[in-house]
Structure formats: C-alpha cells, structure tokens
C-alpha cells in the first residue's frame, strides 16, 4: 500500500514563535543597518542571498530574496539553477568565485574555507569588494537563523 503525502496547502503553516523587531527592537534594527550597509553588485548580492538561504533550508528567506531578485530583472532559469550552481552554465567566474565563498562560508562544517576557495574569490573581487561580499554572505547567514529559529513563514504566492 502507497501512503500519500498530504496536499501541502491542506498542512498550515508553522506558527512564527517570536517576532525580533517586536521583541528586541534595537538588536533588529542594528541587523537592519549591518545589511543595508554592505555595498555589493544587487544582482550579486541576491544570487549569495538565494544561495545561502537554499543551503540553510530557509524557505522565508528563498522566496523573498528569489522575488526581489526577480523583480529586479534576475532570469528564472539563474536562481532555479542555484541549487547546482557548478554545474550550470549561467554564471560568470565572478559569480562562481562568490558562490563557492558563498557555500564556504555557510556550511563551515565541511571543512571551513579553504585558501583555495579564498584565493579564487581573492582573485575575483578586490579586497574592498571581497570585504562587502564577506559581510553579504554573513548577513544573510545571519537573517536565515534568525527566521528559521523564530520559523519566519514564506507568504503563500498568490495565483
């Protein structure tokens, strides 16, 4: 006999458990402003957003920044090939030295960055521009944390 998973729609959403900007106001709005002063390429920006959010598994963080990437003129076929990014042929080297940070940096646990991982990001941004990616890919390390600790739920996308 084959169990069937439940519609997904039929399931409600997790209830948020703590709202930050309520509860701890000055501490969020300090997140606030750590992020809105990193100064990277937006397109860039988004795609390190996307793709950390995705190794995280935060899904309120996937679908805001996959909407502000889209509506900012981001191709689809760029941030659904995220999730294989080495294996997908949309991304400039820049992008890809990004990425590969981008990855280094989330999931520390496989082994930190590697000086060849930082070498190959060090060759691709100048030390200002690598310095606003660093903070980039740590802000959003940090936002996906904060919302899947507190389970921040995505909006349901209107049909």
Known sequence: MVERVADA???PP???RLDTLRAAPDAHRAMLALDGAVAT???LREL????????NGCAYCIQL???EALAAGEASH???GLAAWEESPYYT???RAALALTDAVTDLGAGHVSDETWDLAARA?????LAQLLFAIVTINAWNRLAIATRKSPQTPRA
């Open 93 to 95: 080297e820049r992008e």
């Open 78 to 80: 760029r941030l659904f």
């Open 125 to 129: 941004f100048d030390e200002p521009e």
């Open 9 to 11: 729609h039929a399931n």
């Open 14 to 16: 997790l209830r948020q």
């Open 65 to 67: 920044h996959a909407r």
């Open 48 to 55: 390190v957003r996307v793709r950390a959010s995705m190794i």
């Open 41 to 43: 390429d937006p397109e």
